[in-house]
Structures are given as structure tokens and as C-alpha cells.
């Protein structure tokens, strides 16, 4: 399979590119944040989303989704990006879809996302650097568990109709996720709102009581977890390469029309170069994205280094589009009034996700074994 | 000689012991700690006991002739009095733009009258000052700045809008540019002082990413600034500021330093861990802390020298840029470390955890570093031609 | 479809795997082991065999027409055939700037005539061919180019000095832009062929920092060319050498990669030793290299994207520029990167132990990535422009 | 004491840079290069250094020296580098002399050092990378010791009338140094030039035997070692910091006189700020030897950590000055017949030696507690 867009991927980005840009541009996240949000993000736009047939992109055509792939998804994501729309498709159309595919519990959740109705969130990160490591333990208890801790850093955790808890069963040596549906008792979810406005909670899980079968795909079942955190990385590289995207798209218009000088200064040769560089940049993250994406579609044991891959050279391209962008813009890009500093605000949030720069490039690192 | 200093050493030492409140002797813990005096100044315990007594000495300004309120410190006193603040952890008594900028410009243009009415208050933190440079649509071309001052024979009719005014709105006096010439560009620019209460000036704050407003545009609608308020020549106002953006420029780069780097290495210990050998458990992380921590303490010691050289007369005059440039790129480093170190606890933006996201606030401020007082790239230019040499476009 | 090429697929490495001799598959100890034909070829054992079994097939051009001496492949089949070479670590069978620069030039601007005479002797490493397009005073402005071409009716005379012609004097013939129009700087250039036995060409080798001579002088003096060696227009000659130099830098770009990266992760295993958790000795050295490796596989990926774009005749014409610039940069990385892991031991010249000094060689000859075939400033100027639409200065 | 040169530093440079450019100016190198000279630099040159009074800049006066610190040691090896003059200075005058200092052996080997007769050589790495640790051992026999093993990377090793060699003593922790007079039985040194032509030797150490008074300061000496590796790390600073100097220099004289699309290439300016920036690195560089220097010569405690940051800090300004230097210089700078590649070549191994950027920046982070 070709390294680029086909005419099918080609046209859903088309239509999402639209939609985004129309339904969702940044002031929409702006007015959001203005208005104080209790969610973090409109649930009518989920809703439309859905209508677009986008949150059943992943779902399998027998479970009534589209049986589409990550780049597919991706597609969808990176216009997400690109327009910093509040949005759960990432943790909910992505990962949960793909943590529950195939297992018993898709019956269940599959139908809500589908429609719409339905926002999933990840509970995994226990520390405030995501290191992939999971220490919560789950302990056995009659035919069910009993789950005790914290977890941070859950985006729209408070607002969730399902958590996906990642635990160890007891002296099982891989991770165990975990669906835990909204009000369960004794999950205490407080929403914090981040430096890009948007919202992720703080859980604390006491003594939480789970039924046998809110084990998604068996105990110990690092597999389900590996999925999970690849599926969520290479879609936060995607939503992340569409931020560094738009905002070189930004600044760039700005270099064409500001005036320093009697000229533009999108005619200087420094800031040619530097922007030649960053397109550079962009334009390597973004196949290896491609290429990250397209090693999960055909489930290939080289995902996970192409999702690190990917993380981290988008982590990189896009920190620097968001840094060019706000000095480019010299005051202007400083002020709340101007749109390009919440790039840099959304796009730190997203390096910091499921792993940023440097975790990804240790592993990296440990994969190519040294 | 060095007796002396010896003396001088051990006396400024007790001194400060005996004088510097307690809670001056506390690390800031942010921006908002800083006392920046002025008729609206609202001070936090020992602030202000803490400025009167170095203002007492004449030490909030130690280089200043005492008949201006200052020290008279030698270069190699001045020197002393700074360790020893900073061996007791003193705290800035007082943070101002008018000792950083517009008291070392009054210095070489200012009349004897002007001198002795302005220089004792900047002193003793009675007024505080804020600069009026940069305008709309001027940015990076300072010079093609537009609001006008009309000769009205005893006074100027000021007109016009300046924008990044640093914290005008709680500012008593400003220091401005307008335009005295539309025929010159350069030369048509003169300096001018008046009261912000003067009837006819308005501010309005900027909001910044940051959440905080620490500048403000600020509009002049038919001031009137008496002349004797013209500092240096008519029409040569651009070379009061450009030795002035130097003292700015030198300000800005001597951000961040050693509190900062402690905090930086405190931050990352906590937030990710030691190995079994004592290191950060990011490998990567302190790889990139480790240069950093490099360039900044080379950096430190090529402010030593500059300040010294400064001192000696031997600084070369576009240093400044150098020092700017260089300085305030290390800053914004030294955030994004910051960042990268706290991950999740430091997106946070309103939480108590967060002290109100003090962190990722601070790390957005940064980034106006290399753009105000002349931007990176002014720097660059500025470096290129007038030190390099390096021939015109 | 995918059935056909699963057994072009199975047939190719069976085919690969009967004929390419054991030598063949084993990794280049330096690029003195390339084999790149011509007459004055002095083939290793199983390079000629190689050439030719590969040549027999069309597949040392797999995707040029068979009626030229290719193959013929589509280039999903141009992609397996690659795949499975790279598996079985065949070498590549035929180095040479006639598949590289000249055949898609040719291809595009030739004659029917010039093709069937030049492409099939391309084929089979028959010719070897180097480019003149550098002159001493042009550097970087390519078009400033003075060396002249005289009408004389049934021939050209040409006159004048290249210079950074790579490996003249090894080659057989030359691809050379010359004067034709003293009048129009772009549109004076015209692009011609000629043997570089022809009387009034000479070489002279340029001694490189590397200690090698990769590239000549070489001088025209009243030499004759045939006006049937004319390609393309005349005074149109810059028309094919741009398509050519997007081809060059193709080239250029694709250098190092993973064979590469795998010396320098053992090279540094083995010079600076493991840590307790299998990581490299050196904290910070590893860091470099983690960053480094992320970039490069990353650019593999940009490269495969790159090469479908291009055979789908999708990609941006001015894409080569962002390729060889940034695998040059990469290349250049990777170099500094293994001088840095290999400390003392390969900073010897001349040693046996360090092979004659071979990776400083190649760190030095990495130096030139960036310069040859248009420096990277003038790819950054050229993505600036064409790619972002920057506006002129 | 103010941080820059005072007036008799300012002029013993002058000096220097008089003396070194016009007798050992970069062709002075090439031209031992071309003559494959054995010995990689020239004894008559030694010997007219030693009439400048040079070689006695860090010798006391009660010694015979002119009793100098390392802020005037520096300025000759500042202008060493900026000239790439092959010259055993760092070594013998610095180095050597700093460890000497002091010692009974002094008498013995300074009278040469200030006559210009001795070169001395410093035997301390035994891996291909510098890590400040020495694992050779020396076993006490008799009065005596036994030294056995390898080291590598011993500038002038092949030529040197004097070997300081770093060694445990038997049960000790601390390094012991040994001062090995050349032709003692079991040593040999293979000479093996080097990439920026310089030659530095593997010395083979065969059951050799040494007299007890070979030891200098004592047994279990780690502070004469540490002074030892102080002083050379900071003056190979100040070399290097000339090597990059030099570059720079040539460079911009190449920015001014090189004319491309009609006009001067200094004029680009994308090149303008790349060229600004590398002014500030050299410039900060610079702030860190002299802080260094001054910091060694007043026997601060802080001399260490100031050696790691001007070592790391110059590698990184003076790489930076090389590589621009060729890159700037374009076509021409790849050829041996131009200088500016030997600037390459020298800062190459000047960054190597006494440890690399890396190693040092790694060092600061330890110090520094993280």
C-alpha cells in the first residue's frame, strides 16, 4: 500500500477538513473556555460528529461502525487538531474502540459512541510523567475485583459514561484494563482545567467494586493494554501533527501580509529559513505518522516502535511550529486576543500525552537495543 | 585597597544582617513578590521597612552619586555589596525600570534639574516609572513610531497610542518617544517625561496567554508635556533610546540564574524519580537539563564578565544584543525544562496544586522574552553588523 | 493484482537468491566498495558477475522501458524487487550517475536516437558518465556558468574550467552545461554530451579534507562536440538541468540510513560499554543518538512516502529540495555522532586498527552533503519560495 | 578580581598572538603534515617558545618560572589554536607543570620544561573514551612498583622525555601519578597520527619498574591528579576556544569577501544571524575559561565544576565554529588546500581529549546534584 493518501482517505478529509473548519474552528474552543464549560467540549458537536458517521470510523461494519482504520481516524484527527476543537474523539472513537473491539463488552458501549452518546476515558497515567507504567492492583474479590488509587491526568474523565482503568490483577505480571462505568460507587472524579482549557480529572477509586466481566479482553492482558496505548499515541501524534500543522499555516499567512520595515517579513531570509526548516520537520512527522498508522491497520508487530516513532517526532515538529509561531507573531502572538498561543497551549498539553518526546525516544532507544 | 574591601565587605555583611527583615531573606515565589514601589504600591510585610533601609544608604542604587540619592559605591563595592546580598539570600529591595533604564539615561542626558527632581524618587521607590515606546503598527522598526508632540511654544501636544507599555496602568510616571519631525525618521524623534496623571492619558491592560496583563496599551489624547520634561536634544530622542534599550537589554538577559536552576533540579527529582545511581530516572530529560545546565552557568560567568567590562569601559556598545539574545533564549529553555520535567501536575492552570498554574504561566511569559526590548532577531541583526561587521542586505 | 505480485514477489527472491554471489551480500566496508562500471572498471570478485546477471534482467534500472535496457517493472514491482534485496542484503549491483542524473533526463528531453545509443551502455555499466555543471567563480548561482560552446556549424567548440565534477577522471563521458547565449543568463545555457576522451579534455583530481579526491578540475580546450549531442533545446539547457538536480538530490538524500544506524548503535556498544539495564555507558551520548534515530526512521518513512508520491506523480516538484536537505543533515548527524562514540580509536589517520582512518574519512566527506548538488541554504531558499510561497527579498 | 584580562594579560596576549602567528602560522602545520614529520611539531620552535619565557609561565619563581597562573597560560594556548600550531605546551607547560608543582620531582624536570629541551607527555586514557577513571595498576616491589598495562591517546607520547602516567597503587582508591622518564626498560610508545595530523602514541607499559621516588606527591595522590586533570581540561578549553576563534575569524573574512548572485554572502541574512549566533557562543565560552582559569588560579573549590563547564561549553561553541566554518565556506572548505577544514580536524580532537562534551556535561549534572 502506497505511503500517501488514497482517493477514498483523500475525500474523508476533504468532508472532515470542512466540517472541522466550519463547525469547530478555534473560536469555537475560545467561546468554550470564555463561557466556562463545565464539560470542556459541546455535546450537540458530538453528536453531529456521530451524525457524520466519524465516532464509528474504527467500529467494524458487523458492530455498525464503518470498519475504517487509524488512518482513517487519523484523518479525522489531525483536522481536530488543526482547529484545537474540544473534543473526546481521541480517547473515546480511538482508544476505547480499540481497547474494546472484539471483546464481550463492545456490545455495550459500541451503540453510545456510535450514536454519539457515549464519552470514554483513559485512566492510566498514576504519575505526572506518563512512563507506560501501571502500579494500581486489582484485587480479586468473590467472582469480581475490588480497585484501589489514584489516577491523574484522565482528559474528560468527569464527564466519561466509561473509564478504562488499567490495574494488575493481583500477582499477574501484565496489565488488566478495566470498564468501569460512570457512578460506580466509590469513583470520585475532580476536574481539573488545564493550561489549553481543557478538562481532565483527577480519579480516586476506593475500594471500588467491579463484576467479573468488567475485565475488557481477559486478565492479564497486556495485548488489549499495548493496543490501547499504541492506538492512543499514534492518534495523539495525528491530532498533534494537525496543531503544528495550523499553526505554521497561521504564521505563515502572517509572514506574507505583516509589514516590518516597508516589507513583509515572510521576505526575510532568516525567517525563510527557519520556516523552511520547520516545513521540513512537519513533513517528516508527518509520514512517519502515516507509516505508524498504517503498521496498526494491518496489525504489524513493528506498530509499536512506529508508534514511538511517531510520538516523538511530532512532539518535536510541532513544539517547534508552536514556538516559531508565537516569536513569528513577535506581541501580537503573546496577547489572549490571537489565536496562535493557544496552539502552543494545546500542543503542550498533547506532547505531554501517553508519553512525550523523551520517553518515546528512550524507548526508541531500548527497541533498536541500545 | 584590598583592605578595604575587606572592610567593606565585612561591614556591608553585618550590616545587611542586622537590617534585611526576615522575609526578605525568602526566595520569591513568583513574579508577584517583586516590590516595584510607586505612589500605588501595595507592600507585602517587611517590603517596605526592607526598601527604606537600603534606600537609606543610598543602596538601592549603590553606583548612583549620593547627591541623587545613590550609594556611590565603586564598581568593585557594588561588586561586594551583591555577593553578600546574595550569600544572605536579600531579596531586590526594589525592582524598577526607572533605576534599570531611565535612571542610567537621565545620568549622560539629563539637565542638573531634571537629575535632581527625578533620580532621588526612582531611589527611594517614590515613583514609579513605565516606558512608552512601542506603538501598533511600529514593532520591530521601532523608529517608524507615529504619536506626535506639537510644539505649543511652552509645552508639547502629545496625540497617539503606544502598546506594550509594561504595567501602565499601575505606573505613575512614563518615559516616551514621540515624534517631533515627520520629516526624518530617525531623526525626528525626541524623549520626553510626564505624569501618567496628566489629563488626556488612558491605559487599557493586554491580556496576555498567560492569563496576566502586565502590559497595557496606552492612548494620549491632546496631553500636555511641558518642555523642560524634553530629556537631550530636540529631535536626537533616538539616541537617548538606544542607550537605554541597552540597559534594558541587559536587564532581561540577567533573568532566571541559579534560583531558578535549583528549582529546575528540584522539580525534576521529585517529578520523575532518581535511579539507583542518584540520577533523574528520564534519561533524556537530564541529558538536556545537563547542556542546559552548561550554557547557563558559562552563562553566569559571561554576565560576570560583561558587567565587569561594563564597569571598566571596555564592553564593546552592541554587547547588550549579545547578552540579551542569549540570555533570554536560556530562560525560555529553562520553562520548557520546566514543563517537561512536571508534565500533568504542571498543565494544570487553576488547581491549588498548581499555586493557579504558576508554572505553565510563567513558562507562557517567557516567551515574550525574545520579543520584547528589541526581539531575537533584532539582536541577530544588530550582532551581525555592528560587531561582526557583516556588510548590509 | 496482489496475487501477481506475490509471485513476482516469490520469484524475484528466488531469483535474487540463485544469482546473487555470496560477496555481494555481504555490507560495504566503505565507499570504495561500490562498484560503479565503465571502462575503466576494476571489478572486485563478483561485482562484474553481479552487474551483469542484474543488467541481463533490465533490473539494474527496473523501471526504465525495456526497448533502453530496463526492466520494465510498475512500480509496486520496482518496490518488491527493492524489499527483497534489501532482505537478502544484496549490494547494489551498479552505482552510477547515468541511472541516477542522466537517464530521467534523457528519458524526458532525448532524442529516440541519443536514448538507444546512451541508455542501454547506462544499463549495463558499459559507460561511466560524470556531470559538468560547477564552475570555479558560479558556487552556489549555478546559472552564472561562463565555460562557452561556439557554433562551428556540424559541431560545438567548447571552451572553459568545471570544477566539483565527481570522479572525471575515472569517467567515460560527460553530461555539461555550457554558454551558448552570453546575452540571457537562464536562457544562454544549453546541455551536451561528449566523450571525455575527446582531445582538449583534461583532469586534474581536488585533494579533499577526507585525504581522498572524489572530484576534479577538469578543463575544455577547443574541444569538439557534435551537434547531435545536444539535449533538448538549445539555450534550453536549464530546463533539463533543473529536472536533473531534483534527481541529483533524490540521490543525495537517500545516503546512510539503516545499515548505518546499525554501526553506529555496535560502535557504541562497543566503545563506550553498558549500563546495568543494557543501555550505552554514556548518559548523554545515548540521548543524541535516541533523538537521532527518532529523526531517522522517521525520514525513512518520509523517503518511502516520498517515492510513492513521486511514482504516483503526486509529489511537490520542489520536494527533492526538502529530501536532500534534510538527509543530508541527518547524514551529516549520524557522522558526528559516530566520531563522538568512537573516540580516540577513530580519530587515527592511518592505523590498521582504524582502517586506514576510515570513519574520520567518511565524517569528513559527510561535510560535503550539504554543499554538493546545491547547498542546503539554497534548498531552505527554494522550499521558502516554491513549496511556501514565501515572498522574494 | 574583574573578569576579563588586566593590562599586563592584555599584553603578554598581544604578544603571544605576534609571536605564534608569525612563527607557527597554520602553514607551519601543514608543512610538518607534508613532510611527515616524526616528531608532529618542531623542537626548534619549542625552544624559541621557551625564549619568549613562555614555557616558565606556570613554573613559581623560586623554581626559575615567572611564577604566571592559568588565566596567562591560556592566552598562549588561545593563540596555539587559533594558529592549530603543533606545539607540546598543553601538555608539558600546563599540565605537567601543574602536577609537578611542588613535588621533589620538579627539580629534576623544570630546569628542561623552562630551557625548552623537555616535552613531557600525560599517559592517562585507556579507553578510546575519556571517563576520568584509570583501572591500571601498580604493585609495590621493594622500594619500587611495577607498573603493567595500556594506555592510548598520549599526545607526543612517541617523543616525550617525560611520561606522567596515572596508576592505582595496589589497595588505594585514589590515583597515584608516576613520572616516567622516556627510555625506562618495558615501555613502548607507538606512535599513530592523528586526523588534524598531530600524533599521539599507544604506550604499552611491560612489567616496568620504577624507583619510589618516581611517585609525585605521595602515594594515593588524587588531588595532584585532580589538579592535574583541571588544568588540562581547562587549558585544552583555552586551546580550543582559539581553534574556534580562528574559524569564526576566517569565516567572517570569507562572509565579507565572497560574492555570490552579485553581492557579498555576508550579506544574506540567514547567514547574518547564523554567524550572530555563533559570536555568542564563542563569546560565553570564553566567559567560562577565563572564569575557570581564575578559579584554578586561586585554588577554589569551585575549579572543578568551572573546568567541566568550560570544556563542555567550548566543545559545543567550537564544533559549532568549525562546522559553520566549512559549510560557509562552501565548495572550497572541503579542500585540503584551504585552511578551514584543519580547524575541523583540530577541534575534532581537542573536543576529545580529557573528555568530550558529553562526558563533562555529564559531570556538571552530577555536581550540580541531579
Redesign the interface.
Known amino acids: 500500500m502506497?505511503?500517501?493518501l488514497d482517493d477514498e482517505q483523500t475525500m474523508l478529509r476533504d468532508t472532515a477538513r470542512d466540517f472541522v473548519s466550519e463547525q469547530m474552528p478555534v473560536a469555537h474552543m475560545r467561546k468554550l473556555r470564555d463561557d466556562k464549560s463545565a464539560d470542556g467540549f459541546s455535546r450537540d458537536h458530538w453528536k453531529s460528529f456521530a451524525e457524520m458517521g466519524f465516532t464509528g470510523i474504527l467500529i467494524p461494519e458487523g458492530d455498525g461502525g464503518l470498519g475504517l482504520g487509524h488512518v482513517e481516524a487519523g484523518v479525522v484527527l489531525e483536522e481536530i487538531g488543526r482547529n484545537l476543537s474540544p473534543s473526546p474523539f481521541l480517547t473515546t472513537a480511538v482508544a476505547a474502540v480499540e481497547a474494546l473491539r472484539g471483546s464481550a463488552q463492545r456490545e455495550r458501549w459500541f451503540p453510545g459512541i456510535i450514536a454519539g452518546e457515549t464519552v470514554a476515558a483513559l485512566a492510566i497515567?498514576e504519575?505526572?510523567?506518563?512512563n507506560g507504567k501501571v502500579a494500581m492492583q486489582a484485587r480479586r474479590a468473590g467472582n469480581g475485583y475490588r480497585l484501589s488509587g489514584a489516577k491523574?491526568?484522565v482528559t474528560h474523565g468527569h464527564v466519561a459514561d466509561l473509564l478504562i482503568v488499567a490495574a494488575h490483577v493481583e500477582e499477574n505480571a501484565d496489565v488488566t484494563l478495566f470498564a468501569v462505568p460512570a457512578g460506580t460507587a466509590g469513583v470520585t472524579a475532580t476536574p481539573?482545567?488545564?493550561?489549553?482549557?481543557s478538562i481532565?480529572a483527577r480519579v480516586q477509586f476506593d475500594d471500588v467494586q467491579l463484576d467479573g466481566d468488567a475485565v475488557i479482553g481477559g486478565e492479564d492482558g497486556g495485548e488489549a493494554y499495548a493496543r490501547l496505548l499504541d492506538a492512543a499515541r499514534i492518534g495523539a501524534s495525528a491530532e498533534m501533527l494537525g496543531v503544528g500543522g495550523g499553526a505554521m499555516d497561521m504564521t505563515?499567512s502572517y509572514?506574507?501580509d505583516?509589514k516590518?520595515?516597508g516589507?513583509?517579513i515572510?521576505?526575510?531570509?532568516?525567517?525563510?529559513?527557519r520556516?523552511?526548516?520547520l516545513?521540513?520537520e512537519l513533513?517528516?512527522?508527518?509520514?512517519?505518522v502515516?507509516?505508524a498508522q498504517q503498521l496498526l491497520d494491518t496489525g504489524s508487530e513493528e506498530a509499536a516502535?512506529?508508534a514511538?516513532?511517531?510520538k516523538?517526532?511530532t512532539g518535536?515538529a510541532t513544539t517547534l511550529a508552536v514556538?516559531e509561531g508565537?516569536?513569528m507573531h513577535?506581541?501580537i502572538?503573546?496577547?489572549?486576543?490571537h489565536d496562535i498561543?493557544?496552539y502552543?497551549?494545546r500542543g503542550?498539553?498533547l506532547a505531554?500525552m501517553f508519553g512525550?518526546?523523551?520517553?518515546?525516544?528512550?524507548a526508541?532507544?531500548?527497541m533498536?537495543?541500545? | 585597597m584590598i583592605d578595604n574591601l575587606e572592610t567593606f565587605r565585612a561591614e556591608t555583611r553585618a550590616w545587611l544582617e542586622a537590617n534585611c527583615p526576615p522575609e526578605m531573606r525568602q526566595p520569591m515565589r513568583s513574579e508577584k513578590d517583586a516590590n516595584w514601589g510607586g505612589r500605588k504600591a501595595v507592600y507585602q510585610p517587611g517590603q517596605k521597612e526592607w526598601m527604606d533601609a537600603m534606600a537609606s544608604r543610598g543602596w538601592t542604587v549603590p553606583d548612583w552619586p549620593k547627591a541623587y540619592g545613590g550609594g556611590g559605591l565603586s564598581p568593585a563595592e557594588t561588586k561586594i555589596l551583591r555577593e553578600e546580598m546574595a550569600k544572605l539570600g536579600c531579596r531586590n529591595p526594589l525592582n524598577s525600570f526607572g533605576i534599570s533604564m531611565l535612571g542610567p539615561a537621565l545620568l549622560k542626558y539629563g539637565t542638573e534639574e531634571q537629575k535632581l527632581e527625578h533620580l532621588p524618587k526612582i531611589a527611594r521607590g517614590e515613583i514609579r516609572w513605565c516606558q512608552g515606546y512601542s506603538e501598533p503598527n511600529a514593532g520591530s522598526d521601532l523608529a517608524g513610531l507615529a504619536t506626535s508632540a506639537e510644539d505649543k511654544g511652552d509645552h508639547f501636544l502629545v496625540n497617539g497610542q503606544k502598546v506594550w507599555t509594561s504595567y501602565a496602568d499601575q505606573a505613575d510616571w512614563i518615559f516616551c518617544l514621540v515624534r517631533t519631525d515627520k520629516t526624518n525618521k530617525h531623526r525626528g524623534i525626541s524623549f520626553v517625561l510626564f505624569d501618567m496623571e496628566t489629563p488626556g492619558v488612558s491605559t487599557r491592560p493586554i491580556l496576555l496567554i498567560s492569563g496576566y496583563s502586565p502590559f497595557c496599551e496606552t492612548f494620549f489624547d491632546d496631553v500636555k508635556v511641558p518642555k523642560e520634561n524634553l530629556v537631550g536634544e530636540l529631535n536626537r530622542g533616538w539616541d537617548v533610546a538606544k542607550y537605554l534599550l541597552g540597559h534594558e537589554r541587559e536587564m532581561i538577559s540577567g533573568m532566571g540564574g541559579e534560583s531558578g536552576n535549583r528549582a529546575l533540579h528540584a522539580l525534576a527529582r521529585d517529578k520523575t524519580g532518581l535511579d539507583g545511581e542518584g540520577r533523574l530516572a528520564d534519561p533524556l530529560l537530564r541529558a538536556q537539563m545537563a547542556l542546559y545546565e552548561v550554557r547557563s552557568r558559562a552563562f553566569k560567568a559571561m554576565s560576570e564578565k560583561f558587567m565587569d567590562e561594563l564597569k571598566a569601559g571596555r564592553a564593546h556598545p552592541a554587547q547588550p544584543s549579545m547578552m540579551k539574545y542569549y540570555g533570554t533564549e536560556l530562560n525560555k529553555t529553562r520553562n520548557e525544562l520546566m514543563m517537561a520535567a512536571g508534565g500533568s501536575d504542571l498543565l494544570e492552570w487553576e488547581s491549588d496544586a498548581s499555586n493557579g498554574g504558576a508554572a505553565a504561566r510563567a513558562w507562557l511569559r517567557t516567551k515574550a522574552n525574545s520579543i520584547e526590548g528589541g526581539t531575537s532577531e533584532i539582536q541577530l541583526n544588530i550582532i551581525a553588523k555592528r560587531i561582526l561587521d557583516l556588510p548590509g542586505a
Chains 1, 4 share one sequence.
Open positions: 502506497p505511503l500517501f497515567d504519575k505526572p510523567k506518563h491523574q491526568f481539573e482545567r488545564l493550561t489549553d482549557a481532565a505563515m509572514l506574507k505583516r516590518q520595515f516589507v513583509a515572510g521576505s526575510f531570509q532568516a525567517l525563510q529559513h520556516a523552511a526548516h516545513y521540513s513533513e517528516v512527522a508527518r509520514a512517519a502515516l507509516k516502535m512506529a514511538a516513532v511517531a516523538a517526532m518535536l514556538q508565537v516569536q513577535g506581541g502572538g503573546m496577547t489572549d486576543e498561543g493557544f502552543m497551549k503542550r498539553v505531554e512525550d518526546t523523551n520517553f518515546h525516544a528512550d526508541v532507544a531500548r533498536a537495543g541500545f
